[in-house]
């Protein structure tokens, strides 16, 4: 099982402002709902499954695969899309691998990302690099106890504003 | 008078790791000396200057220029290369100005980079990214409150693993 991140951040490493909010480009929007559509196995952590919950049907990232919600919880409210709950990213694997799935994409947040990470269960990482520096932003990664070495696989300009680096992780 | 941020970071913003030590490319070493010695106007906080003085003179990346140092401090340690204190980010930029420099880069640390984002008092920005993701690093403008809109102006490969983003601050 390939798990590739798929992340985006200011210049500075936050994945979202002050208030949690993250307005990037439509690039890169466009480029996230791209992969996510076309991995089709995608995990997120249950906050981020919280705010989906709060958008409409049609900016749900994979309409057509399977999602784990990594979350202690049990059961899942009701959702019109294929959503499995899993209490660990090991966990979160198993069920991928169950539905015959070669790779899967973790797209947040940070509690879910750190996670993977902690766990060495991480092997491509996609960041787009919007063009706002944020003192006050959320830091990914920040506070986990790990450093990891990457190898830089590709760099791709996504729109006038975005780049995206594409790096793999070195075991 | 253009000021200049040079600064390189991991993946996720941390311009050192937990340990404060910046163990970054030969590549972003060889872009930094050469971009502080063609401006030959530097500033730097008062712990950059510290580790400084714990290198050989070879290490200094401003032999022929001039170097203010960012302290409240009024005189500094005897220094064989030509070292002028300031208070303020306004303060080290008048005494450029007197000198006739047009331009101006600031190289850290932290403290430093963050107290002249905050005072509206920066044009650039060169961003070295290196090839690693910390969990435990020193997170780069983390705790300061502002949010500041950049302009994407050309990307790098510096080497095989070191991409250079250079930003124009939106004002």
Redesign the interface.
């Known amino acids: 099982m390939k798990t590739i991140f798929y992340i985006a ?6 994945i979202a ?2 208030d949690g909010n993250t307005n990037w480009s439509a690039e890169d929007n466009a480029s996230f709902n791209s992969m996510c559509e076309k991995i089709g196995a995608v995990v997120m952590g249950r906050n981020t499954f919280n705010e989906y919950l709060t958008l409409s049907d049609d900016d749900w990232p994979n309409k057509s695969g399977q999602t784990v919600i990594l979350t202690l919880q049990k059961t899942l409210p009701n959702s019109k899309f294929e959503v499995y709950p899993a209490t660990s990213p090991s966990q979160a694997i198993n069920i991928f691998e169950k539905l015959k799935k070669s790779e899967l994409l973790v797209i947040g947040g940070n509690e879910t990302w ?1 996670s993977f ?2 766990a060495g269960l991480v092997d491509e ?1 996609f ?1 787009d ?1 919007e ?7 959320k ?14 696989v590709e ?1 791709r ?1 996504l729109g ?4 995206q ?1 594409h ?1 793999q992780v070195i075991k």
Chains 1, 2 share one sequence.
């Open positions: 951040s200011s210049v500075n490493g936050c402002d002050k750190t990470m902690k990482i960041l690099i063009p706002v520096a944020m003192g006050n932003g830091a990914l990664f920040q506070g986990a106890n790990f450093e990891t070495k990457l190898k830089l760099t300009q006038p504003q975005t780049i680096l790096y």
